[in-house]
């Protein structure tokens, strides 16, 4: 029996050719992973991050592998931003087929000492910044009469976490807002669907202890922490085809930790 060589491996099932993929928080992390494998499927994509520099290095990697990169810097919270960005790739590219809402931060601390500064900007990002550019994007979408959307949430937002009332927050937030817009554009041939990660090894989870990492593991079923290639493998499904007949679901990719 061939043994679990972990993380995916480069490749797609998902033929995205001739589509445009808008990408937020691209510039590393789980939103390079998702902005690479989508351009492995055959998408443009469109890199969304505060500046094109941190994007440099998705975009190397795109490039690299014959793919095809636009990078907008853009704060994902603010309207204006959201709006000049998807107005210019409307123009340019007319459709957008697929939109992934994956720029997050965490801003962690037990709630009776939680600033109200660390509420509003976690929410700010993870809740208000996802509707925003589904707002925009779905009405680009509507007009193409087809759309993805996938929302990256977190297993914080379906079994809470001690230390992440914020984050938690937003990303349950998250959950019911696509639940709830998945059935006002289904209709119009859009799906959208939830990504929950569970731990994932990149920049936001590496300033965890190593003892607190070590822990986790011991508590996931398959042993391992997750790569942000196993995230975006359920991504490039959701983007894809495949799942025209899946919409408002919620899909953890967590190694087993939550069952
Ligand atoms: P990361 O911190 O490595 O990357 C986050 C990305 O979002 C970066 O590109 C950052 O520049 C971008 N970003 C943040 N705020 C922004 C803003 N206002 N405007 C534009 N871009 C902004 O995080 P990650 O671990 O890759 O996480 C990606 C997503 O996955 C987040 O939504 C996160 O909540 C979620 N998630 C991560 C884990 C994990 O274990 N790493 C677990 C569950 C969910």
Known sequence: MAEDAGAPKAG??????????LVTGASRGIGRAIAVKLAACGARVVGVARTLEAMQGTKDAILAAGGEFEGFAAD????????????EVEAKYQKIHVLVNNAGITKDGLMLRMEDDAWDQVVDVNLKGTFLWCRAVGAVMMRGRYGRIVNISSVSGIRGNPGQANYSASKAGVIGFSQTIARELASRGITVNVVAPGFITTDMTDVLPDKIKAEV????PLKRLGAPEDIAEMVAFFSGPASSYVTGQVVTVDGGMTV
């Open 217 to 220: 593991k011991e508590r996931i």
């Open 76 to 87: 994902v919270a603010k309207a204006e931003d959201v709006k000049r960005v998807v107005d």
């Open 12 to 21: 797609c099932l998902v033929d995205l050719k001739g589509q445009t993929a």
